[in-house]
């Protein structure tokens, strides 16, 4: 049984208005959105012994080139495990837009899986691109839920979106939006446990 709660979440300075927390909530998972910014403050997710825990730590460009993947550190279409994927590139991290096959219907865009946990993450889409972030900037000075500490490559982010400098590049996917177009994408996030 999935259920909705909206609540107040606080008030912006200067009387700039409310903004409200809207908790969804089902067996599988929970999560908690504020309205400022649609931003995702609490997702908890099940591991294989069915404890629930908040997977969420809390608190980008392209120059007009499609590069293929293969053979390349980018080449993530296969399972890696990502800490010794970036040693073996002597990369420093990603935060690079992945650009997915065309489409404007519901379309795969990644899976993350965590083997100490079991838990895993599908992406599913309609937008064009991915940005893949990996904590780069993440020093250890960051606290966050609970007095946690986050070092560097302690997280990452899968947003979808539009590929950067789409306005510039004629032969990118369209970007723009015409008055009276509707701006109209959904993203969606499966979890599981294997």
Known sequence: MASVTRAVFGELPSGA???????????QLRVDVISWGCTITALEVKDRQGRASDVVLG???????????QGTAFDLRKPVELGKHMQAFHLNGFDHNFCLKGSKEKHFCARVHHAGSGRVLEVYTTQPGVQFYTGNFLDGTLKGKSGTV???????CLETQNWPDAVNQP???????????EYNHTTWFKFSVA
Request: charged letters at 20%; hydrophobic letters at 35%; aromatic letters at 12%.
């Open 150 to 156: 986050y070092p560097k490559h302690s997280g990452f």
């Open 59 to 69: 608190f980008a460009e392209l120059e007009g080139e499609v590069a293929p993947v």
């Open 171 to 181: 032969h990118f996917p369209p970007v723009l939006l015409r008055p009276g177009e």
């Open 17 to 27: 208005g409310t903004v409200e927390k809207f908790q969804l909530q089902s067996d």
